[in-house]
Nanobody, 116 residues
Framework: QVQLVESGGGLVQAGGSLRLSCAAS?????????MGWYRQAPGKQRELVAR???????NYADSVKGRFTIARDNGKNAVSLQRNTPKSEDTAAYYC?????????WGQGTQVTVSS
């Protein structure tokens, strides 16, 4: 059974920093083509924040470019999202996702609240 478990959410002050982590289990990490972070704010649709391929290529939403960094640790079966200078509009539930061919897996999500 594939599981993605996020950690690192919580309350952060605007201008601070926060690191989210996602640990994958139940699957060989090398079989995961793409890992990504999505977020969903109240009343809004879930949106892509950042993603990283198995060979390290990254994509970011325009709203987070230059502030967020996604990284993949194949040895630990984990992916992280470093958030620098968060803004109040970054407040959302953040979800880790993994794509393995035609199969997609999701974590339960972790809430991040940015206080101004």
């Amino acid at each position: 059974q594939v599981q993605l478990v996020e950690s690192g959410g919580g309350l952060v002050q605007a201008g601070g920093s926060l690191r989210l982590s996602c640990a994958a289990s139940g699957i060989s990490f090398r079989l995961i083509n793409v890992m990504g972070w999505y977020r969903q704010a109240p009343g809004k649709q879930r949106e892509l924040v950042a993603r990283i391929t198995s060979d390290g290529n990254t994509n970011y939403a325009d709203s987070v470019k230059g502030r967020f960094t996604i990284a993949r640790d194949n040895g630990k079966n984990a992916v992280s999202l470093q958030r620098n200078t968060p803004k109040s509009e970054d407040t959302a539930a953040y979800y880790c996702a993994a794509s393995c061919g035609s199969l997609d897996y999701w974590g339960q999500g972790t809430q991040v609240t940015v206080s101004s």
